[in-house]
């Protein structure tokens, strides 16, 4: 295995380690064109995550319209408590960490002698934005341990802290943003990688009105499709390629029948775009359509189904007097796995 790329922080006292180089950027670049190249044409939704992206992204879960963390944050704010988990010497592993500002919503909640005592291992895909959140969070908790990891945790699940004791965090539905496949995949490796002991809090956008969940994801001022066309920024920077973003329009529904909020970037016309890193083109009609993200809602049957793919017991739900968000509460305990998946 290629050793990662480990940096310190002295002043903020936190340690990185960056496993991105293992998985290559030649690879993904491969990932990116194998979408764009597809029917339909699709990009994944880690690929939104540059800084200016993570950036837009901060600003959209402040806007009135996108109920989703205000929510999740208003459950969490008097959670820990309610966990009834030991915190003494835990190591607490969020993937998709961000900004970390809803983990600190449970860390500010734990004692501060137990706070001492534990290790907290924040997994993102950009390195620069993990920086910055983890800096501010050992400046907030500065008796925290904090040990992160840059990684993709769909491909490097492996390479999570192996300890006795641990509290996995996957927060604002983001694992809805994965195919039906991938999150089984998802739950399943993570049901492998847990041993008796082991819990996992997971948070999922449930199930609502349809004209609540699309205007989540279509805001008045237009935050969102400035996120959607940023990916193309992505792509360029990554792949030397030229799209324009002022070419797409950006669009976001509903999909019942799949459970899920679907967004895309609609061709405005003809295009050929360039690719500098293979000098390769691709044509693009006016009227087709690049697939962005998915959005998967839940209800308690995907719960409990979930839970038993990876086997795990369903010890709480979490949830708002609306019942629009939930935080899963799941534990490794000596349950069969069910064959099949939700």
């Known amino acids: ?54 950036a837009l992204f901060e600003e959209i879960t402040r806007l009135p319209e996108y109920y989703l963390s205000r929510t999740e944050k208003a459950i969490l704010s008097t959670l820990w408590n309610k966990l009834a988990i030991d915190a003494h010497n835990l190591h607490i592993i969020e993937l998709g960490s961000g900004d970390c500002s809803k983990i600190q919503l449970l860390l500010r909640e734990i004692p501060a002698n137990a706070l001492s005592t534990v290790t907290y291992h924040p997994v993102d895909i950009s390195s620069n934005v993990l920086k910055e959140s983890a800096g501010k969070l050992t400046q907030q908790f500065p008796h925290l341990t904090v040990h992160g990891l840059v990684a ?98 950006h669009r976001a529904f509903y999909n019942e029948e799949n459970h899920r909020i679907e967004m895309h970037l609609d061709a405005r016309e003809d295009m050929m775009v360039t690719f500098g890193f293979n000098n390769s083109t691709i044509e693009i009609k006016a009227g087709e359509n690049i697939h962005t993200e998915n959005s998967h809602k839940f209800d308690r049957g995907h719960i409990r189904n979930m839970g038993e793919m990876a086997g795990l017991s369903v010890g709480h739900v979490f949830t708002d007097p609306e019942e629009w968000f939930s935080l899963v509460l799941y534990s490794k305990q000596a349950v069969p796995k069910k064959p099949g998946g939700s």
Do not use: W
């Open 152 to 249: 993709d945790f769909m491909h490097q699940i492996h390479l999570l802290p192996h300890a006795h004791k641990r509290l996995f965090c996957f927060f604002g539905s983001t694992i809805g943003n994965f195919g039906k496949s991938e999150i089984n995949a998802l739950m399943e490796r993570l049901g492998t990688l847990m041993t008796n002991g082991d819990y996992l809090l997971l948070g999922l956008d449930m199930i609502k009105e349809i004209d609540v969940l699309e205007a989540a994801y279509n805001d008045k001022q237009g935050v969102t499709e400035r996120f959607n066309k940023n990916m193309l920024k992505v792509v360029n920077e990554l792949l030397g390629a030229d799209f324009h973003p002022g070419l797409f329009n």
């Open 1 to 54: 295995m290629t050793k990662p790329e480990t940096q310190t922080d002295s002043q903020n006292h936190f340690l990185l380690d960056n496993h991105l180089p293992e998985i290559g950027l030649q690879a993904m670049r491969e990932e990116v064109m194998e979408g764009l190249k597809d029917t339909p044409r699709c990009i994944p939704s880690k690929y939104f995550y540059d800084r200016e992206g993570s």
